[in-house]
């Protein structure tokens, strides 16, 4: 456990899901295309990629990404776009 919770991160990935999650809720019909040919609304694809971050950060590989970080920014993404949403920013 020591191991796990001095592990130091480095990088902005964590604020890239969150902005991926507010798109999502923002603009949820827009048509994404995923390597170019195969086309997916934005909402299913912020729902697949958000279960698949869960899924590898439970499984707990040691692939070096702060897989529960990306999650972390998605859960603040969210609440960000709620917070607008009631301020009427959005």
């Known amino acids: 456990i020591y191991r796990i919770i001095n592990t130091p991160t480095v990088g902005a990935s964590g604020a890239v899901f969150g902005i991926l999650l ?31 971050e869960l899924y590898f950060g439970i499984r707990g590989t040691q692939d070096g990404i702060a897989h529960f970080a990306h999650l972390g920014g998605m859960v603040f993404g ?13």
């Open 22 to 52: 507010a798109f999502g809720m923002m603009f949820p019909n827009t048509m994404l295309y995923v390597f170019f040919a195969i086309p997916i609304k934005a909402k299913y694809f912020v729902i697949i990629y958000g279960v698949a």
């Open 78 to 90: 969210f609440f960000m776009v709620k917070y607008w949403k009631k301020k009427g920013v959005y």
